[in-house]
């Protein structure tokens, strides 16, 4: 929008479009900085971690490099979490496109046979070994919304 005030006269409704867009994207960049600056604090955290620890092996960390490590490790592994987090929700989401890829191409194919629904349908389900073989509610994944997302679209 700044762009186009520089080209000419703003309209009526360009710039109340301007003014109330500004305080909105001023709050996002002050967000994405504040985030920014924890996530650099929350690396160099893990980083130095990485420095004490190989001081620890070697046996020369003082008393104050010792408490620093105790206070950091929190930290570290906060980061450790997000970025495990992160990589699963990566391949989720890379072995659910798989999964689409291999739907459609069995959509192609044609109708399911007998022995292809029966596996369909017992692919996912799991039973418990609890009393009298209850089933037992669980979450869905995204992979399984997936596939039941392509089943549903098969079946029309």
């Known amino acids: 929008m700044e ?6 006269p703003l309209t009526v409704e360009q710039e109340a479009e301007l003014a109330e867009l500004q305080p909105k994207a001023q709050q996002l960049k002050k967000h994405k900085e504040s985030v ?7 690396k160099d955290a893990a980083d130095r971690v990485v420095e004490l620890e190989e001081l620890a092996e070697q046996g020369s960390l003082t008393v104050e490099q010792e408490v620093e490590l105790a ?6 592994q906060q980061l450790k979490k997000k970025k495990d987090a992160d990589a699963a929700r990566s391949r989720a989401g890379k072995v659910a496109a798989a999964r689409v890829v ?14 292809r629904r029966r596996s369909w349908r017992s692919s996912g389900r799991r ?3 609890g009393r009298k073989g209850r089933k ?8 399984e919304r997936l596939l039941l ?8």
Not at 3 to 8: D, I, K, N, S, W
Not at 136 to 143: K, P
């Open 127 to 129: 039973r418990s070994s």
């Open 136 to 143: 037992r509610t669980r979450r869905i994944t995204g992979r």
């Open 3 to 8: 762009a186009l005030a520089e080209q000419g």
């Open 36 to 42: 920014a600056k924890y996530n650099r604090a929350v």
């Open 102 to 115: 291999e739907l459609e191409a069995l959509k192609e194919q044609g109708p399911l046979t007998g022995s």
């Open 149 to 156: 997302i392509g089943l549903r679209c098969w079946r029309r």
């Open 71 to 76: 206070d950091l490790q929190p930290k570290a």
